[in-house]
Every structure is written in structure tokens, then in C-alpha cells.
């Protein structure tokens, strides 16, 4: 069955700093992986996405994520944090043919001035 | 709309009332999607729908949940004789077609917070 991992509950980094959050899935095929982001009273937004090819993929606001298929792995990245990142951080994997898309407990960011 | 709406926005009931929860997706959008956000866990899918049919009901967590959509559009998430537990964040998205593996970006909804005293 699909699994999604984020073993970091919650981050916490200064305002400037790089940024690496994890992501492990577990799913016999190739994946499909998404990256959200979910801030203070707002719904979940969509950083990046992966289906195929390049294995960096780049999103929105700066943010990458790279797909490591021999560590099952595609952890989220920035170089530079803004307090506005502060936020909630939700990894996904879907599958072809499936209506599911499931999502990992998520990783809370706190960035500190 | 520009959005998916969701209503009410926050809902507070007493235990074994029955609620009623709306999304009304993108305009076009033909897949639409349910799920549940419990404080510090991870969004648990409820259910999906394709137009107004339902593949996948998998995610309903027991018969006082259900959910139905009319017209291709609106839907509506229920759940009878609410206990504690309900208590949660329930969330709407919706896509142009099909599956997240066809390229479609689920857009969510900001969703309806439930508390069940």
C-alpha cells in the first residue's frame, strides 16, 4: 500500500537560512509526489510537482524538490527561508489510475527572525 | 467561482446532531475530493467523486458518513449522529478531469473546521 513519511514534525529555522524538508514514500511503481502548503487559516496550496523526466523539479516561491527513487525519497528544499514561509508542509504520492492522492502528517515550519 | 467555497466555514454541534457540509468546486472542475484533516495528523481521503458518481468510497470511516454531488457540481458531505471524534478540519479540492496522475492539479478548498461538544 502507498505510504507517505514526514519524519520531522516540526522545523525550526532562521530567517535566511536553507531549508530541507523530508520525504519518504513508499509505492511499488514510480510515483507520482507532490509538495503543498497549507499557511494559517488558508487551504492547501501546491508547491511542486513530479510525474516524469527531470528529477529536480521547481515550484512556486523558490521552493525545489528532488526525486531520489533509490531512497524513496523527495524531500523539499529552499536555499533561502522568508518568515513568510512559516507554515504547515504536506508531501504526497497518487498513482496512475488512482483517484487517491495521500498525504503525509505533514511538517510545521517555524522561522525565527 | 474563482475557488473552491466551502460553507460553513466553522460548525460547532452537540453530539448526536447531524451535520451537513457543502463545497461547491471550480466551475468545470469535474473531479471533486473529500478529506479529513484531525489536528496534528496528515489529510485522510474521505472520498472522490466523477461527475455525480462515486468510484471511490473507500475513505468514508463509517455509515454516518455520506456524501453526494448533483448536477456535476455541488456536493454535499453528511454525517449522522456526530460523536467527538468527528471533530476535525473537513476539506474540499477539486480537479479539471479524472486522477492527480493525469496531470491535474487538485485545488483545495479552505475547508469547514467541525467541532463536536
Known amino acids: 500500500a502507498q505510504s507517505v513519511t514526514q519524519p520531522d514534525i516540526h522545523i525550526t529555522v532562521s530567517e535566511g537560512a536553507s531549508l530541507e524538508l523530508r520525504c519518504n514514500y513508499s509505492?511499488?511503481?514510480?510515483?507520482?509526489l507532490f509538495w503543498y502548503v497549507q499557511s494559517p487559516g488558508q487551504g492547501l496550496q501546491l508547491l511542486l510537482k513530479y510525474f516524469s523526466g527531470d528529477t529536480l523539479v521547481q515550484g512556486i516561491k523558490g521552493f525545489e524538490a528532488e526525486f531520489k527513487r533509490s531512497q524513496s525519497s523527495f524531500n523539499l528544499r529552499k536555499p533561502s527561508v522568508h518568515w513568510s514561509d512559516a507554515a504547515e508542509y504536506f508531501c504526497?504520492?497518487?498513482?496512475?489510475?488512482?483517484?487517491?492522492?495521500?498525504f503525509g502528517a505533514g511538517t510545521r515550519l517555524f522561522v525565527k527572525a | 467561482g474563482a475557488g473552491v467555497s466551502q460553507s460553513p466555514s466553522n460548525k460547532v454541534t452537540e453530539k448526536g446532531k447531524d451535520v451537513e457540509l457543502r463545497c461547491d468546486p471550480i466551475s468545470g472542475h469535474t473531479a471533486l475530493y473529500w478529506y479529513r484533516q484531525s489536528l496534528g495528523q496528515g489529510l485522510e481521503f474521505l472520498i472522490y467523486f466523477q461527475g455525480n458518481s462515486a468510484p471511490d468510497k473507500s475513505g468514508l470511516p463509517s455509515d454516518r458518513f455520506s456524501a453526494e454531488r448533483t448536477g456535476g457540481s455541488v456536493s454535499t458531505l453528511t454525517i449522522q449522529r456526530t460523536q467527538q471524534e468527528d471533530s476535525a478540519v473537513y476539506l474540499c479540492a477539486s480537479s479539471l478531469a479524472g486522477t492527480p496522475s493525469s496531470g491535474n492539479t487538485i485545488y483545495f478548498g479552505e475547508g469547514s473546521w467541525l467541532t463536536v461538544v
Open positions: 509505492y511499488g511503481a514510480t510515483p507520482y
Open positions: 504526497a504520492v497518487g498513482h496512475t489510475g488512482g483517484f487517491k492522492t495521500i
